[in-house]
């Protein structure tokens, strides 16, 4: 039967047969794997992408030779993420940045979150993308960001990453002219 598996799992082929003097012959793509005949095939923790394909099982006995109907092997890779990048940090109020996730597997979901909760904001964008954008940043977008990638082997969430805005420089108080005495 056909399987979907993630990196690192087990998987077992079986196959039925009746006849005298049976060898099982277990072939990936066709050709032999020289394993021990045995009608069950077992792949204990091991799978990896060189595992995937189609499994299909030869069984000679006294009287005749028979091969089984494929069974395809999908291997999904486990997911795996690298620490966010910010473009420019710190950022001044006003301006605008991304933050970036490097990630890998199969089946990828992003989920942005600011010190850790989901991001609601407006003024951001990507929050379901690897790359998260910023615009018009406000003082109140400071935090700590980070990144759940759920895959379809599982969810990793990334280290956090720390955004800096600055304020805007704004004069709070003018010169005021004055008039003196000589």
Not at 1 to 15: A, H, N
Not at 48 to 66: D, S
Not at 83 to 109: F, M, Q, R, W
Not at 122 to 128: A, K, L
Request: a negative charge; proline letters at 5%; glycine letters at 10%.
């Amino acid at each position: 039967i056909s399987r979907t598996k993630c990196e690192g799992d087990g998987v077992v082929f079986t196959v039925e047969a009746t006849g005298a003097n049976l060898v099982y012959d277990w072939r990936l793509n066709n050709v032999s794997l020289g394993l021990p005949s045995n009608p069950t095939l077992t792949i204990t923790g091991l799978v990896k992408a060189t595992h995937e394909g189609t499994y299909t099982c030869k069984v000679t006995g006294t009287c005749g030779t028979q091969t089984s109907v494929p069974a395809v092997l999908t291997v999904n890779r486990n997911t795996a993420i690298g620490a966010p990048v910010i473009t420019a940090n710190p950022v001044c109020e006003g301006g605008s940045t991304s933050i970036t996730i490097n990630a890998s597997g199969d089946g990828l979901t992003y989920l942005w979150k600011k010190n850790g909760q989901p991001i609601t904001a407006t003024n951001i964008s990507g929050i379901t993308s690897s790359e998260l954008i910023i615009s018009n940043t406000l003082t109140t977008d400071a935090g700590t960001y980070s990144c759940t990638v759920t895959g379809a082997c599982g969810s990793l969430t990334s280290d956090p990453a720390n955004l800096q805005v600055n304020p805007t420089t704004v004069i709070t108080m003018h010169p005021v002219g004055q008039t003196l005495c000589e």
